[in-house]
């Protein structure tokens, strides 16, 4: 039974967690969103021909949608996975998962580090893979989660330094601070405040060495550093930003830039949006409130999490000189800063940085509950870890079920389905054009994703109209008509002029959203 538990536990519960974090992501989630084609798109044409869309080699940042400069550290991963993968959906979604799951290991090995016992490896990787925020996030192929792991990184680096005492763990906890900026929008706010944390960290435990401190800062700056000619030339990577918080929130004065966003004039929807991130509504019952982040019926954690973090907190409270437990508390307790800028309530995948802060401070507050003397607290840690479990094979069960017909709006509805049966239509049909319905959602975006995945080149003979300005049943014969249900008219004719009604695209909950008609 030791031998078992000793070397085969942990391959086990490993291969168990990769199981279920890789399981189905080619059904959910149920459609692919605007941001993940476009994220594909970037990543597929930099792994095949060095460049974005617009012809720049290697680009620091990608213009994405014609709308915004998408951060690049998604991007060049996914080209990687894109050398060896076959493009598609699930392709795509890959890479994320596989972030994931070193998040998760790596936040095991931070808790095993903190505390010197194997237990709590286990304990920390048991309560960061049921973290229902992180398993949804990061199987999206959208950059929102990927400060996750930065984050983890620049705590173990920090950790490492302080245990071993060599500078060169400063230095990379420094560059993976530096790195982290460009990984989402919001670590632009994040990274340097760890930065500025870690800086005062130092001095608190008697490391603040003129070399340790001019390490960590030459680590931080090289990442800034190289994007400053990338800024010269494009400095609407950033105001573009400003642009997008004005979009959100009417307060935001644009025409004066950054300082449009950071201005006094804003403090009160700051302090008022700051707050609201800590609501047990949001932490742990029901999440984002978009179903793209969540799935609306369990928070960002389990509600048994709470406990955890409450007992973490009082744990870290009560270890006077332990600094790096204060640090965490300080990560966990500033999280909203960067999402409350926007001051855009209840979205947390602005502030999914919070992830490893609450399951650090959970580990925190299950070794507060196992070192109390009366045993109902052992046993009370137990039964709460056990509900976690629970809970999330619960929201798992949920995730591949009903969600998946709740959320099909928020993932723009079946356009992949719609494009797939095109695209086959015309490998069975003697079809001369294409002509697809402008009113679709990023429609020829969308087109340009799934005649990549099915190796399909037909732009030659592709068209897009707009049926409300177009009569398209007096199209040529051999065509293929493309359209939403809306542009067509409420009966949904099978015959329109000699156009036959050959493909209706229904979504899970039978709502017919796209049809397909051929002459």
């Known amino acids: 039974m030791k031998i078992i538990k000793k070397f085969l536990l942990l391959p086990i519960l490993l291969l168990l967690i990769g199981v279920i974090y890789f399981y189905g992501l080619d059904k959910s989630p149920v459609h692919l969103n605007q941001d993940e084609m476009a994220f594909g798109l970037s990543a597929y044409s930099i792994s095949k021909t060095g460049t974005d869309f617009l012809g720049n080699p290697f680009p620091f940042y990608f213009w994405q949608l014609g709308m915004l400069w998408a951060t690049p550290i998604v991007i060049y991963v996914s080209s990687l996975f894109l050398k060896f993968l076959p493009f598609g959906e699930v392709s795509i979604r890959i890479p994320g998962v596989v972030i994931a799951l070193l998040s998760i290991f790596l936040l095991a090995a ?36 990927w400060q996750i792991p930065f984050v983890v990184i620049w705590l173990l680096f920090l950790k490492i330094f302080i245990d071993r005492q060599k500078l060169v763990f400063l230095f990379l906890a420094g560059l993976t601070l530096g790195f982290g900026i460009h990984s989402y929008h919001a670590a ?3 990274m ?39 800024l010269r030339i494009h400095p609407d990577t950033l105001l573009n930003q400003v642009s997008y918080v004005g979009s959100i929130d009417k307060s935001v004065d644009t025409t004066k830039g950054i300082w449009g966003v950071f201005n006094l004039n804003r403090l009160t929807g700051f302090t008022s949006s700051y707050f609201t991130y800590f609501s047990p509504k949001v932490l742990f019952v ?30 870290v409270l009560r270890r006077k000189d332990d600094w790096f437990s204060k640090l965490i508390l300080f990560g966990f307790l500033t999280y909203p800063i960067a999402p409350s800028i926007v001051n855009d309530p209840q979205r947390i995948s602005r502030g999914l940085v919070v992830v490893p ?127 939403s249900v809306s542009s067509v008219a409420q009966d949904k004719p099978n015959k329109i002029g000699q156009f036959e009604k050959i493909e209706t695209i229904r979504e899970l909950d039978g709502t017919e959203t796209f049809l397909v008609y051929y002459y």
Request: net charge positive; charged share 20%; no cysteine.
């Open 192 to 230: 340097p405040i760890y930065f500025v944390a870690s800086v005062i960290y130092l001095f608190l435990v008697g490391k603040a060495k003129l070399l340790n401190l001019g390490g960590f800062l030459i680590g931080f700056l090289i990442p800034i550093i190289i994007f400053i000619p990338w």
């Open 188 to 190: 632009k706010v994040t």
């Open 357 to 483: 802060f609450a399951v650090l401070l959970a580990v925190y507050g299950i070794y507060f509950l196992r070192n109390q003397k009366d045993r109902i607290f052992k046993t009370l840690s137990v039964a709460i870890i056990i509900f976690i479990i629970v809970d999330f094979g619960i929201f798992l069960n949920d995730y591949f079920g009903n969600y998946r017909v709740r959320s099909w709006r928020w993932f723009n509805g079946g356009i992949g389905n719609l494009y797939e049966s095109v695209i086959k239509s015309t490998d069975t049909r003697k079809v001369d054009n294409v002509y697809i319905d402008s009113q679709i959602y990023f429609a020829e975006t969308y087109f340009d994703f799934y005649q990549l995945k099915f190796s399909k080149d037909l732009k030659s003979k592709t068209k897009y109209f707009n049926p409300i300005r177009e009569d398209f049943s007096k199209f040529p014969k051999g065509s293929l008509v493309a359209l």
């Open 286 to 315: 029901e999440g984002d409130r978009s179903l793209i982040h969540s799935t609306g019926k369990i928070g960002v954690f389990s509600f048994g999490m709470a406990f955890f973090i409450l007992f973490g907190i009082l744990e």
């Open 110 to 145: 931070i808790s095993k580090k903190i505390f010197g016992k194997g237990f709590y490896f286990f304990v920390g990787l048991t309560m960061a893979a049921t973290v229902p925020v992180l398993f949804i996030n990061f199987r999206i192929a959208m950059d929102v989660a």
